[in-house]
């Protein structure tokens, strides 16, 4: 997949790098902002199942 992505981006080998770099940025900005909190909704975090 990698490779694909790789292939697909435009301009030389400097550029490619900042475009994944950006890439990768913007990926986890959309995760860590939409995703996991949507899935936090979904798991209950305050649920103990050792014993005191």
Do not use: E, H, K, S
């Not at 697909?8 to 400097?14: A, F, H, I, S």
């Not at 995760?31 to 050792?50: G, I």
């Amino acid at each position: 997949m990698y490779g694909a992505l790789w292939r697909v981006l435009p301009g030389p080998v400097w550029v490619r790098v900042l475009l994944m770099i950006a890439l990768f940025l913007v990926i986890l900005t959309v995760l860590v902002l939409f995703v996991f909190p949507w899935l936090n909704t979904f798991v209950n975090v305050n649920y103990v199942t050792v014993g005191t």
